[in-house]
């Protein structure tokens, strides 16, 4: 059976991050009522986020909140992106427990399957070998959100469910060059370089590595679609198909951007895993499909970032 947004009380946890706010762009076509929190409500404040729960009592979750960040972030800060997201985590779980909400989506991410694992990935290779060392922080916090929806069920009945999104890009990102993933990143050194003049741009690492890149647009419609039909233990797997090399994505971006100069390759920069294509067969299997193309979303983050002035600098999703 599945579940009805109509006239429900929907939180939006981390609805100013790039996830969440695509998920409230999304609900806007749903009958349901969003709810958001302001900033002053800290999410690893276990305290504060009971209170709030027991005070607004939301029927349905989309748990979108996360400490985020691109590869070198992710490297700088283990304690940050460790420590906060199994806060934030456990806190919105145990919360949403205690005030009877009857639905929680938790959001994830491709990084927490074993950096050899077979491609494309299918949901059944978590916890079958060991992490790409670049981002096992964050992994490992949402391995753990994964078996705390599990272990709510279990132990509770709990309707909380998992997807794990691929790479994701879309309006609304971190275009920090220290702290973003790469296509924000790209499109930034493209761009300035281009009115700089230069004659090269800098890609971090060999440009070998292969990334799926998804809309965010297309998961808020994945994230809606499962909350809606789906309500299974098993974390589900959300791609768009759509795998390209670093140095193929830098040179889409170049065309995108009208920079007609040469890329330069870092190689003191790492290179993270060699390729995490999701096996996204169960979600489709069950009628979603992604349909935003490549090219075409990279042109509208392009004009996202124009329209911004590259001013989003964050670390928060
Ligand atoms: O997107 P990204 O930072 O993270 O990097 P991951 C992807 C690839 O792009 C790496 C290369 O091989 C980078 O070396 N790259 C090239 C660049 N130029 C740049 C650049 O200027 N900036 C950045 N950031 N990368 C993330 C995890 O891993 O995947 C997160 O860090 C999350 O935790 C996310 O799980 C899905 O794709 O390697």
């Known amino acids: 059976m599945s579940f009805d947004l109509s006239d429900k009380r929907v939180y939006v946890a981390g609805h100013r991050g790039m996830v ?7 609900l806007a076509s749903e009958s349901c009522e969003v709810l958001t929190a302001d900033r002053s409500l800290d999410l690893r404040d276990q305290r504060a986020v009971n209170d709030w ?30 420590y906060d997201n199994l806060m934030i985590e456990a806190n ?10 009857a639905k929680l989506l938790m959001l994830g991410s491709s990084c927490i399957y074993p950096r050899e694992a077979n491609q494309p990935i299918s949901e059944d290779a978590l916890l079958t070998g060991p992490l790409e060392a670049t981002n096992q922080w964050y992994a490992i916090a949402k391995i753990a959100g994964i078996r705390l929806c599990q272990a709510y069920r279990i132990e509770h009945g709990c ?18 060059l220290d702290t973003s993933h790469v296509l924000p990143a790209l499109l930034r050194k493209a761009h300035e370089a281009r009115e700089a003049g230069e004659a090269e741009m800098t890609v971090w690492g060999s440009g070998k590595p292969r990334r799926e890149l998804l809309h965010v647009d297309d998961l808020a419609d994945a994230c809606v ?3 809606r039909e789906y309500s299974g233990a098993e974390h589900v797997n959300v791609g768009s198909g759509e795998e390209l090399t670093i140095t193929e994505l830098a040179q889409l ?3 995108t ?41 990279i042109a509208a983050t392009y004009r996202d970032f124009l329209s911004e002035g590259g001013r989003r600098v964050r670390l928060d999703g």
């Open 253 to 255: 971006v170049a065309r």
């Open 225 to 227: 679609f499962l909350m």
């Open 159 to 176: 309707d909380f469910i998992s997807a794990m999104p691929t790479n994701l890009y879309g309006p609304g990102d971190n275009f920090d």
């Open 257 to 297: 951007v009208g920079f007609e100069g040469r890329l330069a390759f870092d190689s003191s920069r790492p290179d993270g895993t060699p390729r995490k294509l999701l096996d996204s067969s169960r979600l489709k299997a069950m009628g979603w499909r992604p349909s935003i193309p490549l090219a075409e979303g």
């Open 92 to 101: 919105v779980v145990e919360a949403a427990r205690r005030a009877a909400t």
């Open 20 to 26: 969440g706010s695509a998920i409230v762009r999304r």
């Open 53 to 82: 729960f027991a005070q607004e009592r939301p029927d349905a979750v989309f748990m979108a909140a996360a400490r985020v960040g691109g590869i070198a972030a992710n490297d700088a800060y283990p304690a940050q992106f460790l």
